[in-house]
């Protein structure tokens, strides 16, 4: 029997400059591999590709071995646990992500959450991680694929954070009753931030898109982060605004219970 191991991915693929670092200090806990989208993939959700072939290489980046895959982060996880190694993974690591998952609407718009879902739905337990930054880092990074000093102080302290988390995943479990955990790290986030359980902010993006002049056309249009709906005061939203390391278990029980009231509205019954 293999020994157990970690299926590490993303939705950033190698361009991630947490992917390598992270790696690495995660093999400090147990084998890992690596199956990462060939090209990024943000805002993919938990889409999974059915209808073309998926191109398959193996490279090597910075002297270690790794694996691309031509689809999404979802494709990635699932790929990763039945299809390309010979045995399952004990544990999937989706991110570091560049940029926050935090709040309803990002979270289930990201593909780096997608891969977790994916993964907790294939059967194997699954961490979400995101890292915020200001939006001149973020947006220099986006551009230029290149990090201001801000963005290498964080990226250290949010690697050593994350293994930190793994750790003792990997030794104890997920936290009681959940099927995974997002992890969300604030600016400027130190291995000594505090962190914190929360639920998740519901968010409403409002009018994501906008008119183009006078052709009939729409393009993306938000600008800042969703609005809070919720009355929650410990969300993962107002954790992230306080500097603090934002972490919400989630369970998966999609079902409500119908009171009486509406069974008589909706059900139909045989004569």
């Given amino acids: 029997m293999d020994e157990p191991w970690i299926l590490l991915t993303n939705d950033d693929s190698v361009d991630s400059p947490f992917l ?29 590709t059915r209808f073309k072939d998926l191109d398959v290489a193996h490279k090597e980046v910075e002297g270690e071995n790794l ?4 689809g999404y982060p979802a494709d990635c996880a699932n790929a990763g646990i039945f299809t390309l190694f010979p045995s ?17 609407a990002y ?8 891969a977790a879902v994916e993964s907790h739905l294939a059967g194997v337990p699954a961490l979400a991680f995101s890292q915020r930054f200001e939006s001149k880092d973020y947006n220099r990074w986006r551009g230029e694929r290149r990090l201001t000093d801000a963005l290498e102080s964080d990226l250290s302290s949010s690697i050593e954070i ?6 003792e995943v990997w030794l104890r479990g997920l936290p009681d009753g959940s099927d995974l955990m997002t992890i ?21 993006y409002g009018a994501f898109f906008k008119d ?7 393009q993306y249009g938000h600008v800042g982060y969703p609005d809070i709906t919720s009355d929650d005061e410990e969300n993962d939203m107002v954790t992230l605004s306080r500097g603090e390391v934002a972490m919400s278990p989630i369970r998966f029980a999609p079902y ?16």
């Fill in 20 to 48: 390598i670092p992270l790696m690495r200090a995660l093999k400090q806990i147990a084998p890992v591999r690596v199956v990462v989208p060939a090209e990024e993939c943000s805002w993919t959700s938990k889409i999974m």
């Fill in 67 to 70: 694996t691309t895959l031509s």
């Fill in 88 to 104: 399952q993974p004990t544990l999937v690591v989706s991110g570091i992500n560049m940029g926050d998952n935090a709040g309803l």
């Fill in 107 to 114: 979270l289930l718009s990201s593909g780096t959450v997608g």
């Fill in 162 to 167: 994350a293994k930190q988390i793994v750790a």
């Fill in 184 to 204: 969300n790290m604030p600016v400027n986030v130190k291995v000594h931030t505090p962190r914190r359980f929360c639920s998740i902010a519901r968010t409403s």
């Fill in 212 to 218: 183009v002049s006078d052709v009939p056309r729409i």
């Fill in 256 to 271: 409500v219970h119908p009171s009486g009231e509406d069974r008589i509205r909706f059900e139909q019954h045989p004569v």
